[in-house]
């Protein structure tokens, strides 16, 4: 018989993620056009190096992106993500002891690092690019479903719903559906609603407000909120200035039952998970 503890396991390569608390996922993007850090980290030094800082402060798994995904972004090819990414991986890999996502849509990306120790395929197209799907089960690892309309150099372009929390949901449960199909069962999907991507200020708020409509799903919840042009819309701040909104949502997040947020500022985040932990042990 299957215990409740065994179910908060997430097997996550040769690391486990236990779902039963929130966890902090710090970003570390290895590009040079990402738009709050492009370029800061895609020195191979510097990014082990913010790396690890982000593991002192508490993070408890790394993000690594090497495609940005801000709105207008160019793609990239796979070779050149590939370049970007797989040394940083197996140097984290290496060296750190941390759960890797790799922030990647890429077939060839999702293989390669898997076998160089990632332990989470984190894809904010839900893998709808050709052999995505085939290629994240044969990695056996969970992966992140993220909604998104249209790619992200257009997602922007007049973004509408009738319901935004129930058109994302429904838009989730089919990619679960998919990958059910491909082979990858639910007990290794996370979902992402997608804060930021194909979404007005207000679809944005709606959808976070309602945010707990998505446990009908079955599935735990990451939600990326860090530094988004929404904090910058709701309160009028520029990108520098949005850690005090940005932790405010997190705290939100957190109350309204995300196990996953995904976050530039660690140790300010690691802070406010760790005091609603304190309140919420309390007798």
Excluded: W
Excluded at 11 to 31: E, K, S, Y
Excluded at 156 to 167: A, S
Aim: a negative charge; proline letters at 5%; glycine letters at 8%.
């Amino acid at each position: 018989m299957t215990s409740v503890q065994s179910l908060t396991r997430l097997p996550c390569g040769n690391r486990v993620l236990d779902l039963a608390q929130t966890h902090v996922m710090g970003i570390l993007n290895v590009t040079p056009d990402s738009f709050s850090d492009g370029g800061r980290y895609s020195q191979l030094d510097a990014a082990l190096r913010h790396a690890e800082a982000m593991v002192l402060a508490g993070a408890t798994l790394i993000d690594v992106g090497g495609e940005s995904t801000r709105p207008g972004a160019r793609a990239v090819s796979p070779l050149e993500e590939l370049e970007r990414v797989a040394p940083i991986v197996e140097l984290i890999n290496r060296e750190l002891d941390v759960i890797i996502s790799v922030d990647t849509s890429t077939p060839a990306v999702m293989r390669e690092t898997a076998r160089l120790g990632a332990g989470l395929i984190n894809d904010v197209r839900s893998l709808r690019r050709d052999g995505a799907l085939d290629a994240a089960a044969a990695t056996g690892l969970p992966v992140c479903l993220m909604h998104m309309l249209g790619e992200p150099g257009d997602m922007q372009d007049n973004p509408q719903y009738q319901d935004v929390t129930r058109e994302v949901g429904e838009f989730l449960a089919e990619r679960m559906e998919q990958c059910a199909q491909a082979g990858i069962p639910a007990e290794r999907i996370i979902l992402d609603p997608g804060f930021g991507f194909a979404k007005t200020l207000q679809h944005n708020l709606s959808l976070f407000k309602h945010m707990e409509a998505l446990h009908a799903l079955g599935r735990p919840l990451l939600v990326g909120v860090s530094r988004k042009s929404m904090i910058g819309h709701a309160l009028n701040r520029p990108v520098g200035e949005r850690l005090h909104g940005g932790l405010a949502l997190a705290a939100l997040a957190s109350v309204k039952g995300a196990r996953i947020l995904r976050v530039h500022d660690v140790a300010e985040t690691v802070d406010v998970v760790r005091m609603i932990a304190a309140v919420e042990s309390a007798e």
